[in-house]
């Protein structure tokens, strides 16, 4: 590596003033290509690396919402689950006061025919009384 370092040296000391210039010219182009170039592989790197960080952010979010949706749901299911009870609860307590609607009346209705029954007896026994005095009375 010495004599590299060396040779520049003796390289640029046995040029003339306008070669030097020339050379230092073109040595500084050549670091500006070198430097622009390496900037754009950096911005083509960058913009290579944000589209991948992008994809992965649209597919981390897919899986964000699609995992809150299924707690959704879950939450969901125990609502309707609760109101599913509740329902369930107030039908049976409807039913239950239905029942003893229907058995109150099914025991009006027997206490009506026996009623009726009476009554149909008493008229009977009355119409017989009737009958039997018009008879007697002829």
Partial sequence: ???????????????????RARYLQMRADQEEETRRRK??????YMKN???????????NMAKINQEWRSILRQ?????????????ELFFKEA??????VIQRLIGDI????????????????????????LIYLK
């Fill in 1 to 19: 590596m010495g004599k590299k370092g060396k040779g520049k040296g003796n390289k640029l000391a046995k040029m003339s003033e306008e070669e």
């Fill in 39 to 44: 900037m754009q592989l950096i911005a083509l």
């Fill in 49 to 59: 690396k944000l589209k991948r960080e992008d994809a992965f952010c649209r597919l």
């Fill in 75 to 87: 939450v969901k299911i125990q609502d309707l689950r609760r109101e599913i009870i509740d329902v």
């Fill in 95 to 100: 039913l239950k006061r239905k029942d003893q």
């Fill in 110 to 133: 027997n206490s009506t025919e026996d009623m009726y029954a009476n009554l149909q007896q008493s008229h009977m026994e009355n119409i017989d009384k009737i009958i039997g005095e």
